[in-house]
């Protein structure tokens, strides 16, 4: 199936920019911001700015900018955490650029947080050997961040918002090139935006999962609408499992997550008998990487029959973890636990699409004129695990990368694109009750694709997904409900794929058999 849209209107409204973003997290944000200001810009937003993982990330922007660190420190914890199956000169850029781009942030007046001196507060998480984290709000990074770039990216008289636009397909000419995209407006009437240079910034696959710290709207769009045109994806076995998001026994589709952070400040991961179960499990205990960290809390409360762990910060003071943990220490205080009394119950839950569009160093796709950027994207920067934090700076680095290939891509002349759209064969119009749909494959991925995997499950996970997913390719319904349910079948089934086709245990992909 090549294009969602169940054919074009030969009315249909044309829009034309030099270039589209798809996606307002911090990579499409930053990335709007290095387009050069002689180009016409469109962000397409799924919804506000405050849906977004990155708007939701707590813990910080790793980079080696403290006086005891260096680039070379950073890349060896990369490539610990990524076990090794990290690109080479991926993380060489990664970390040898990160710390200007760091410093860009500085200037450009995100509120990071200070030490007592007025120096950058640094901090340290899961897998990092030293402090290299900055942080904003105290546990607030991704929101504060998006605040500032989006108040940048507002003044820029050469960018568009189109907030509530949601992308269904990608087009590209008969020589395979990018022509632009078809989107639903914010009052679901299907347009045309014509560009040779769309941006893939999407975001997470986290409604692919029964429990996620995604958002709702993070439903693999991106991926999906970029395999229909042909983009190559790589390492979706790949899905980081954070291992503490905070346990509920209400069913909530989406986790608070309990930052790293909270460990790198001297959080303790516990059992109900008070028992720390990180210790001889790796040197770095509860530093470890989430992978590890995420397969022992699972083994653990495997032995122990439960449900859930612990996380005790109880060491601090009440008025150190409201500073330090504002949003963390609110949210828990809601639901009845104080963290400077209490231990707070945490279970792994989907949290990090490691995998994604494959893109060369400069964030550039197999497709020409298309580009991927942040978790959309395959970097090769994380390797089989991210290293806590690195996430956001791979939004930095490989967003601003992007619009420089472009900004040089434009100012080369070029071939007038193309405005003839494809022939697209309608489909009969079906009714299906897509929340069942979704919740069945969320239920499988849960059950079947977890923290630790096994064939037999991946492979009957993935005949049935693949079941759906045909069904629905089958037929049309209007509205985002279908597209959204679709998206997920065909990214769910690559994940099961990928998963099934790698034999070894390496990094997040663990095979009991």
Known sequence: ???????????????????????????????????????????????????????????????????????????????????????????????????????????MRVPFDLDGEGDLDITREGGHRRRRVVHAGGDATGRETVKALEHLVSQRKNVTFMAGSFLTDILTGSKGAVTGCAVLDKNDVLKILDSGSVVIATGGIGQVYKVSTNPAVATGDGLAAAMRAGAKLKDMEFIQFHPTGLWTSKDENRAFLISEAVRGEGGLLKNAAGERFMLGQHELAELAPRDIVARAITEEMKRCGEDHMFVDITEKSSEYLQKRFPTIYKECLSRGIDISKDWIPVCPVQHYLIGGIQTNLHAKTNVSGLYACGEAASTGVHGANRLASNSMLECLVFGRRAAEHINARLAEPSETLPSKLPHIEPRPVLNWDFAAFRYEIQQLMNDNCFVSRREKDMEKARSRVSEIRKELEQGYCEGREYIEALNISLVAERILLSAIERKDSVGAHYRED
Request: net charge negative; glycine share 10%; with cysteine.
């Open 1 to 107: 199936m090549k294009f969602v849209s169940n054919g074009f209107p030969d009315n249909i409204e044309h829009i034309s920019f030099d270039v589209i973003i798809i996606g307002a997290g911090i990579a499409g944000l930053y990335t709007a911001l290095h387009i050069d200001e002689r180009y016409s810009c469109c962000i397409l937003s799924k919804g506000n700015v405050d849906l977004s993982n990155s708007w939701l990330a707590q813990g910080g922007i790793a980079a080696a900018i403290a006086m005891d660190d260096r680039p070379k420190y950073h890349y060896e914890d990369t490539f610990t955490a990524g076990a090794g199956i990290c690109d080479n000169a991926a993380v060489s850029v990664l970390v040898s650029e990160g710390p200007s781009d760091v410093r860009r942030l500085v200037e």
